[in-house]
């Protein structure tokens, strides 16, 4: 959209008044006896009170009505929306889904919140603890609705067609290769302009960070600056019909109504807002002499756990690139891995699978289930010509890498019938090149 302005900077506290109304920011304190323009105070917690400083994060909205303005919550069909890891068995193989698809307008409606499919999880919100990772297909805007998830963080990455999201904070427009951040508790509405697809990693009980940098330095990966923030804008629209506002509450959909837009918030400051940032930005660090650095050298946010140096999840991605090393196989390398990979693909075609994976399909190698570059990949590395050539040259591949061990939903194995079956079949012309007698 053009005129969308954003502020930059990652986590940093913000400040941002509707140029319609100038100082409406209270000055020098939150909560003034009669704030200015007659607006009503409220802040918005993303941490305990009582966080350490570089951890404790929060806003404070300036409205023309409160949040609590609504008529009771009641129960809303999920649709494929879950957090039962329980309703199927548990499928330990290498998983590979064809595109999704996104169903035509004609055929079913479906807009951000009712195309929310899950696909594969771990954890519970109750608990503050887990992972979900959900597909979205939708068609058609959201109208007179809005979405906040009280159980966690969203981090969505649009695939196909751009997201126009309306939020307490202001507006995003979100494109394919860049992602978004929505964090626990925002209120937010998307407009998309035709089929839309795109993929969600759900963390509940930790925010995303930018990970620590150690020996890089104080600069590379996602850079602080690169991240966009949204300038407040409010509109104060009376919707007599009723405006619906769905939470996501422990792992339930529940709908109230109430009478007015909520994206009623003229004025906000603080360090706890929605966020944005265009994948194209990342500085790739990479091995320039020899073997492979690991791939948390492509880590653009991580969502950590108690436990030091483990993530509940981790978004990487497999951004175009040189690859310079001698002497070396260059694609990933065989592995087998404590933790599970989700791999998606915005564009291109992914280096180690240049068939069968598509655009707008998926991946998911579990817990300690071996993979790596099909058979096709292998003999033709194994016999390249080491000469520094441009890697992923248009590809836009990224992973979610997760401490848990993801259960994958009926939709996912059954339902939405994208599995393919196939993928084994991948790794079966790898041949033995073993010959004891020569080195
Ligand atoms: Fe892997």
Avoid at 326 to 332: K, V
Wanted: glycine residues 8%.
């Amino acid at each position: 959209m053009p005129g969308l302005k954003y502020m930059s900077g990652f986590g940093n506290e913000h400040v941002s008044e509707d140029p319609r109304c100038p100082g409406a920011l209270p000055e020098g304190q939150n909560n003034p006896q009669v704030c200015p323009y007659g607006l009503y105070a409220e802040q918005l917690s993303g941490s305990a009170f009582t966080c350490p400083r570089p951890t404790n994060k929060r806003s404070w909205l300036y409205r023309i009505l409160p949040s609590v303005c609504h008529k009771p919550f009641q129960p809303l069909e999920e649709g494929h929306l879950t957090h039962n890891w329980d309703d199927i068995e548990p499928d330990p193989n290498q998983l590979r889904w064809k595109p999704f698809e996104i169903p035509k307008v004609s055929q079913n409606k479906l807009d951000f919140v009712s195309g929310l499919h899950t696909l594969c999880g771990a954890g519970e919100p109750r608990g503050r603890n887990g992972i979900a990772i959900h597909i979205f297909v939708c068609n058609t805007s959201m109208l007179d609705r809005c979405f906040y998830n009280s159980d966690g963080d969203f981090l969505i990455v649009p695939q196909q067609g751009k997201l126009l999201i309306t939020t307490e904070f202001g507006k995003l427009l979100v494109e394919p290769n860049e992602i978004c951040v929505i964090q626990q508790g925002m209120r937010f509405s998307v407009e998309v302009f035709g089929e839309t697809r795109g993929y969600i990693l759900e963390v509940y009980g930790a925010h995303f960070e930018l990970p620590d940098l150690g020996p890089i330095g104080a600069n590379g990966l996602a850079n602080p600056r690169d991240f966009l923030v949204p300038v407040a804008w409010y509109e104060d629209r009376q919707v007599p019909g009723g405006y619906t506002v769905i939470s996501k509450y422990q792992g339930k959909l529940f709908a109230a109504q109430q009478d007015f837009s909520p994206f009623n918030v003229v004025a906000w400051h603080g360090n706890y807002t929605p966020y944005k940032y265009n994948l194209d930005n990342f500085m790739v660090i990479n091995a320039v002499a020899f073997d492979h650095a690991d791939p948390s050298i492509f880590t653009v946010l991580t969502a950590k756990s108690a436990r030091p140096g483990v993530a509940l999840a981790d978004f990487v991605i497999f951004p175009p690139r040189w690859g310079v090393a001698n002497n070396t196989f260059r694609p990933p390398y065989y592995h087998r891995n404590c933790m599970s990979e989700f791999m998606g693909l915005i564009r291109g075609h992914y280096e180690a699978k240049e068939e069968g994976f598509q655009p707008g399909g998926a991946s998911l190698h579990s817990m300690m289930t071996p993979h790596g570059p099909d058979a096709d990949c292998f003999e033709k590395a194994s016999k390249a010509k080491l000469e520094p050539e441009r890697v992923a040259e248009g590809t836009m591949a990224f992973m979610f890498e997760s401490s848990f061990s993801l259960a994958v939903t009926k939709w996912g194995l059954k339902t939405s019938n994208r599995l393919d079956k196939n993928y084994y079949k991948c790794w079966e012309p790898l041949k033995s090149h073993f010959n004891p007698n020569c080195k």
